[in-house]
């Protein structure tokens, strides 16, 4: 099955330039192996896509999405740049820690929790904010985080997204422009055009 996928997403690079696919095959790899990327699945990336395995080492050890070590079956990612520390993303790691009992880069016992701290997710509007596997909870307050993992810890799916129920990335005091319907053509023309 990962082969049919891995083929799918070279084909959609132009002949001659699949190795384009290496972050996405990298992320496939990823998955199959629980999270992590190990060496031997980087070198058959390389190997899949003809190109020197230090050239896939290279995007490996580039992007921060890519894990080089096992992980725990819920991978939790912190945001601390500055727009979630300036809304409390202290806040956020602290209530990981009590709740989990690990810290910052540590894995639990029973290979359930890791808790990394990461640059950068890109939800800065919904700040503070935290990763978990594929999932982005966002607007959070320590009451927040904590039923967010108890749900996890107990097997239920916590709904991802903005835990204060705002729509994408719209201002927390509620939209200020397009407000209203737009108007038809010829609004505000000239009357002598």
């Known amino acids: 099955e990962n082969k049919k996928r891995a083929d799918a997403v070279i084909a959609q690079y132009p002949v001659g330039?699949?190795?384009?696919?290496t972050i996405p095959l990298l992320d496939?790899?990823?998955?199959?192996?629980?999270?992590?990327?190990p060496?031997?699945?980087m070198n058959y990336v390389a190997e899949?896509?003809?190109?020197?395995?230090?050239?896939?080492y290279e995007v490996?050890?580039?992007?921060?999405?890519?894990?080089?070590?096992?992980?725990?079956?819920y991978h939790v990612q912190v945001c601390t740049t500055t727009p979630c520390m300036l809304r409390d993303s202290d806040m956020v790691v602290r209530a990981c820690k009590e709740n989990l009992g690990i810290g910052l880069g540590e894995t639990s016992k029973d290979k359930m929790w890791t808790l990394m701290e990461v640059e950068c997710l890109g939800a800065c509007v919904?700040?503070?904010m935290m990763q978990i596997n594929d999932a982005y909870y966002e607007d959070l307050k320590e009451e927040d985080v904590h039923e967010i993992l108890n749900d996890l810890r107990e097997g239920?799916?916590?709904?991802?997204?903005?835990?204060i129920d705002r729509f994408a990335s719209e201002p927390i005091t509620g939209l200020t422009s397009l407000t209203s319907p737009p108007t038809g053509p010829g609004f505000g023309v000239r009357?002598?055009?």
Do not use: C, I
Request: glycine residues 8%; charged residues 20%; proline residues 9%.
């Open 126 to 128: 919904n700040a503070p």
């Open 39 to 41: 060496l031997a699945a």
């Open 60 to 73: 490996a050890t580039f992007y921060t999405m890519f894990n080089r070590n096992p992980v725990g079956k």
């Open 48 to 56: 899949y896509l003809d190109m020197a395995p230090m050239r896939v």
């Open 156 to 163: 239920r799916q916590p709904k991802p997204g903005s835990r």
């Open 191 to 193: 009357e002598d055009l």
């Open 17 to 21: 330039h699949q190795q384009a696919a």
């Open 28 to 37: 496939l790899a990823q998955r199959q192996h629980g999270g992590w990327l």
